[in-house]
């Protein structure tokens, strides 16, 4: 997977070849091979995923040019790559700051104290958790190195408290860890995609999940 994403940052393409099921009754949609192999290992359920992806497929293929197209934001992206395998996390955490800030380091959720900032867009509690500086005079949540370098560290630290379930941690890392187990022992559910979907049920465009991995295997060269 790091060889594929490396590889569509860099320009290589992989040809789509996704296939509807021949009757259409049922909608079930069959992808491809790779994208198979590639929800096996994500852990992606990939009929909720694919019923998804398709109808806004044209949506991430141009968000995709966009930030391949911009120096700064390719640059970002590359670095969160090249720093994810010293957290032994996989390539794929590249997109949270796509999908928590656009890339943008200056990004901020509002102008009160305890808004989040940054290309993380970390909260000023978690974001001293994190080691970073967050006082009157400097905010690290604002520099991109050691921003990512918390990012990868918080998201870590989120897998481990969910036993290794990384899209547990990814979903955590954007509604709250305190939002998260609230929902799980209210539902006694575990199930990321579950959660993800119930914690999205007013707004279902803004699912989480499903988005995070719209966008990963958008950058990875499939579906555009």
Known sequence: ??????????????????????????????????????????????????????PKRDRFCHERDYILKSPKKLAAIKQVVNLSSSYNLPVSVAVVPIMES?????Q???????????????KPGTARDMGLVV???TDERLDVDKSTRAGLKYLKWLEKKFDGNHDLAVFAFHVGIGNLT???????????WYLSQ???????????????????????????
Not at 19 to 37: C, E, F, M, R, T
Not at 111 to 121: L, N, Y
Not at 198 to 224: F, N, W
């Open 1 to 54: 997977m790091t060889k594929l994403l490396i590889g569509i940052l860099s320009g290589a393409l992989v040809a789509p070849a996704f296939l509807l099921n021949a009757y259409g009754a049922s909608n079930v949609i069959i992808p491809d091979a790779k994208l198979q192999s590639f929800c096996r290992k994500a852990g992606c359920d990939y009929q909720v995923f694919y019923r998804y992806f398709i």
């Open 102 to 106: 656009s890339l943008n380091p200056d």
């Open 108 to 122: 901020s959720a509002g102008d009160h104290k305890s808004a989040a900032k940054g290309f993380w867009q970390f």
């Open 135 to 137: 006082d009157e005079r």
């Open 182 to 192: 609230t929902t799980m022992a209210a539902t006694g559910l575990n199930n990321p």
């Open 198 to 224: 119930i914690t999205s049920e007013r707004q279902p465009a803004k699912d989480y999940l499903l988005k995070y991995y719209s966008y990963t295997v958008t950058l990875m060269g499939h579906g555009c």
